[in-house]
């Protein structure tokens, strides 16, 4: 992997050239992944004039593979600030007075992460460094995947559908959003995630269908629409679904047609994502399958976003997004409706962006859409 890594900080160091700066400072640490192969707490990543370097205020913890930085990387630990440890040290300041010391007469910075207290600090510490920013470049590298980065998001996905699955054959009758969501969790974990993707949510009755539910001591109930949305972290990379099901008894018949229409709106979306559309379009074809049902005012801001290193990365599927998507970009397309004091559908998939040559959108969580009775 050090190649690919090497091959990022080079494309890095382009945009930073482009823009007049000699050195470079990251320091989100999702960015800092992407670019040194691993984030120790607090560390950052100085791109620098004669060398890069990964600046930590510890030593990297070697345990397991995932948290190793990039072997051809040099570490630099940042000197413990008196004799109570490390607490004061900021590899940040620390990173930028070893650009001086390399010859850089500027320092590109992630402003939109850096605080303005880090930011006064840095210049402090290099008063004759000329500080500039990068944007959001590293973001955008991000964007498209490679195939590695595309199989550790597989992995994640099966994991979810296994953890999900095995719920859907336990008895949920009586039990509580806050319980499920525990055990969904763990489940995630026994199947070898590193962890949840995002805090799970498990919505029941007039719960069912809200985005961002954080689960609650309501017990399920027969005849209860039952909406679940969570995701898996493997190697750092978080995939997302979510899947909506009817407890106890055959559905209702406001409960089938709300649904399926939920699932027309993602399927439109769903077969949107071709490499060239706009975002918005995509995000256009799914709203307007739920608008002309007369569902304008239940619906949620944004139809999908990219996920990878983090949950919510760009591209964003939303009214107003610009841009338009590559092939090898991963997103979610997770239209729903929720109607207060009856409750919703959410249908939540993630896909890699593919051209038709290659079979169109590659679906990654495959868990069943079909309306089931629990």
Request: charged share 25%.
């Amino acid at each position: 992997m050090s190649e690919v890594y090497a091959g990022r900080r080079t494309r890095l160091r382009e945009c930073c050239n482009a823009g007049g700066s000699a050195a470079a400072l990251v320091s989100r640490p999702a960015n800092v992944r992407y670019l040194a192969g691993a984030a120790p707490e607090g560390a950052v990543l100085l791109l620098g004039r004669t060398e890069d370097l990964l600046v930590c205020v510890g030593p990297p913890d070697d345990r397991s593979p995932q948290s190793r930085p990039d072997e051809a990387l040099r570490v630099h630990i940042v000197p413990a600030l008196g004799s109570g440890g490390g607490s004061g040290s900021d590899a940040a300041v620390a990173a930028a007075g070893l650009a001086v010391t390399q010859g850089a007469d500027s320092l590109a910075l992630e402003e939109h992460h850096l605080t303005v207290t880090r930011h006064h600090a840095i210049r402090d510490t290099a008063p004759r460094l000329r500080l500039t920013g990068i944007g959001c470049a590293v973001e955008q590298l991000r964007v498209v995947k490679d195939e590695e980065e595309i199989s550790c998001l597989r992995i994640g996905a099966e994991i979810a559908d296994q953890a999900l699955g095995e719920l859907l054959e336990s008895i949920l009758v009586g039990r509580t959003e806050r319980h499920l969501a525990l055990e969904l969790e763990r489940r995630l974990v026994d199947h070898g995630a590193d962890g949840p993707a995002f805090p799970t949510s498990v919505a029941t009755g007039p719960h069912a269908g809200r985005p961002g539910h954080r689960p609650t001591d309501r017990r399920v109930e027969e005849g209860d629409f039952l909406s679940v949305c969570l995701g898996a972290t493997y190697r750092g990379y978080r995939c997302e679904i979510g899947r909506t099901f009817v407890i106890g008894t055959a559905p209702a018949d406001w409960q089938i047609e709300l649904y399926d229409l939920v699932f027309s709106a993602q399927r439109a979306g769903r077969e949107s994502l071709v490499p060239g559309a706009a975002c918005r379009d995509v995000d256009r074809a799914a709203r307007q399958v739920l608008d002309s049902a007369g569902y304008a005012e239940a619906l949620p801001e944004l139809t999908g976003h990219g996920v990878g290193l983090e949950i919510d990365e760009d591209p964003q599927l939303t009214p107003a997004a610009m841009g338009k998507l590559d092939a090898c970009v991963p997103v979610t397309v997770e239209p729903g409706v929720h109607l207060p004091g009856r409750g919703g559908v959410r249908i939540d998939d993630t896909l890699v962006v593919r051209p038709e040559a290659d079979g169109g959108p590659e679906l990654l969580t495959i868990t069943t859409k079909e309306l089931l009775a629990l």
